[in-house]
């Protein structure tokens, strides 16, 4: 036969395991999710409305890649980040694993076509999704 205060530690030990516990699950559920990475080129063209024949298109500068962003979406809609594009028109980011929906931030007229793209982010790995914005110059 138990005494009182037997049944009471016995109390006290199970509150403190399911304490334990629930304060792991939130630890877990809380804690930084596992990320992937989102990275790619973009070209941005014309550059200027009429090219000669034989002359090569303009290359950008980095005041061209500036004014523009790739602008990540959750799978609702709701917008997550909006990455800044390099120089050399790279761009990468970091995000939790998921499902995304990008596009381009539409600098007066541009576009880009194929956006806004459907990618998934896996944990731990890179996913490529290379842009090309139409400036709408003719």
Known sequence: MRTQNGIR????????????????????????????????????????????????????????????????????GREMARIQIDGQGNYRVALPAGSYRIDINHAGIDSAAGLPAEVEILAGQTTRLDVDIDTGIR
């Open 9 to 76: 530690r016995l109390h006290l030990r199970a509150g403190f395991v399911l304490a334990a516990v629930a304060l792991s699950t939130l630890g877990c559920s809380l804690g930084p999710k596992a990320t992937g990475i989102l990275e790619g080129h973009v070209s941005i063209g014309p550059l200027v409305p009429v090219l000669r024949e034989g002359e090569p298109e303009p290359t950008p500068a980095p005041e061209v890649y500036a004014g523009r962003q790739i602008v990540v979406f959750s799978s609702s």
